[in-house]
């Protein structure tokens, strides 16, 4: 993952290859490949860990959390973006709902294809705004109604993935500019600090 970048999009299961890829390359297209960093995340991909509480099992979830906490850690001032399909979903559910606030705060966005834990959170991501976060189900698929029941709706995703593509950019963009206004108002009040000590400082030779 480069440093250097100013969005950083993790995904599930390496990218996989129904959402991942066309979902970074949505984003690289409208931000610049130069300026987006995709992180995969190398989950226990298996009909198993659907079945436990969560959908997942701890340790990928954990995986998921030490990368993003990584991401805030060491890129403070990047635009984190994330986002799951199918399982890789119910990963970001369990990931992102125990992050710390500052964390949290940092990810502008998340999108869930497929989302097999949509019915048991109640459409959203536990301790996350609901604004930050978008469910895509499609029509007639059983795992977005709490099932495993895998139909053929479930594989068409990469069909929507525009979608996801066009919620994460308004993230990033709503994101970025926060950034701009913060950065604006503090450049504002080391302004007017110099000023102050450079009027002090006059004083003080008048003074003398």
Do not use: W
Not at 88 to 113: F, K, M, S
Request: charged share 20%; glycine share 8%.
């Amino acid at each position: 993952m480069s440093r250097s970048k100013e969005y950083e999009a993790p995904s599930n299961n390496s990218q996989g290859t129904v959402v991942g890829p066309p979902t970074s390359d949505g984003l690289k297209q409208n931000f610049g490949s130069n300026a987006v960093a995709t992180e995969g995340i190398d989950y226990a991909a298996a009909l198993a860990p659907n079945a436990l509480i969560g959908g997942t099992d701890a340790a990928s979830a954990m995986l998921m959390q030490d990368t993003l906490t990584a991401m805030a850690s060491q890129c403070p001032d990047s635009v984190i973006v994330a986002g799951g399909y199918s399982q890789g979903a119910a990963v970001n559910h369990r990931a992102i709902e125990d992050l710390p606030a500052n964390v949290q705060d940092q990810i502008a966005g998340v999108v869930l294809y497929g989302d097999t834990q949509k019915q048991q959170d109640n459409d959203q991501i536990p301790n996350f705004p609901a604004a930050k976060t978008k469910i895509i189900c499609q029509p007639g698929d059983a795992v977005c109604l709490g099932t495993l029941t895998i139909l053929p709706a479930h594989l068409t995703y990469g069909a929507r993935a525009d979608e996801g593509v066009e919620f994460l950019t308004t993230q990033i963009q709503g994101a970025q500019a926060k950034i701009k206004a913060r950065k604006a108002k503090r450049e504002a009040e080391m302004r007017a600090r110099t000023a102050v000590e450079a009027v002090k400082r006059v004083a003080m030779k008048i003074v003398a």
